[in-house]
């Protein structure tokens, strides 16, 4: 299993990025993908999931209203869509796929990750 993220740089507060979680076609349509951030000397923290299906969604409390996932299946991708980035927001960020397919907010659910790529929001 391999997931692919990318998409990610240096934004200005207010500004957006959309990062990319590319996954074969197996994870892609048979498992959750979450994506989770972690800024130094912080835990890894859930951001947002999708099911494989698509169907089902679930976004941290502090991002609702500013984050959207989604799913592109003519490229096998999980897609975030961060607007209103702020400081805070700065972090490194990480795809994983949990094949039970389960929503879950928790990282022990997730059996594969990807590398992580850097958001860093700052003026």
């Known amino acids: 299993v391999q997931l692919q993220a990318s998409g990610g740089g240096l934004v200005q507060p207010g500004g957006s990025l959309r990062l990319s979680c590319a996954a074969s076609?197996?994870?892609?349509?048979?498992?959750?993908i979450g994506w989770f951030r972690q800024a130094p000397g912080t835990e890894r923290q859930f951001v947002a999931a999708?099911?494989?299906?698509?169907?089902?969604?679930k976004l941290a409390d502090f991002v609702k209203g500013r984050f959207t996932i989604s799913k592109d299946p003519a490229k096998n991708s999980v897609s975030l869509q961060m607007n209103s980035l702020t400081p805070e927001d700065t972090a490194v960020y990480y795809c994983?796929?949990?094949?039970?397919?389960?929503?879950?907010?928790?990282?022990?659910?997730?059996?594969?990750w990807g590398q992580g790529t850097l958001v860093t929001v700052s003026s």
């Open positions: 994983a796929a949990d094949p039970r397919d389960t929503l879950s907010f928790r990282t022990a659910q997730y059996t594969y």
């Open positions: 076609y197996v994870t892609f349509n048979g498992a959750t």
């Open positions: 999708i099911t494989g299906s698509g169907r089902g969604t």
